[in-house]
């Protein structure tokens, strides 16, 4: 069974920064997307950023120039760095991973809640 645990989340203020880790219990991770995705509160889920197994990054242009998505394949891991936090930031962080070939194989996080407030 494939486990998705994130950690990282909390509260900051306005201007701050975290930074959110996902490990992944999957070998070959290498041959997956990997992406975060969030969530307020009355809003869908929508895409943060995402990196793809082919090494392309793509992201929200709400989060384009604050935000950086990594990955470390050998950790089976994937960060999305956060600066110049802004309140609208506020929401449940998911993290996502899915097969490049076989999209039937995603999986997703419990889910970490960044909160940004003064």
């Known amino acids: 069974q494939v486990q998705l645990v994130e950690s990282g989340g909390g509260s900051v203020q306005p201007g701050g920064s975290l930074r959110l880790s996902c490990a992944a219990s999957?070998?070959?991770?290498?041959?997956?997307?990997m992406g975060w995705y969030r969530q307020a509160p009355g809003k869908q889920r929508g895409s943060v950023a995402v990196f793809t197994s082919d090494g392309i990054r793509n992201y929200a242009d709400s989060v384009k120039g604050r935000f950086t998505i990594s990955r470390d394949n050998a950790k089976n891991t994937v960060y999305l760095q956060m600066n110049s936090l802004k309140p609208e930031d506020t929401a449940v962080y998911y993290c996502m991973v899915r097969h490049a070939f076989l999209s039937e194989h995603e999986y997703w996080g419990q889910g970490t809640q960044v909160t940004v407030s003064s």
């Open positions: 999957i070998s070959g991770l290498g041959i997956y997307d």
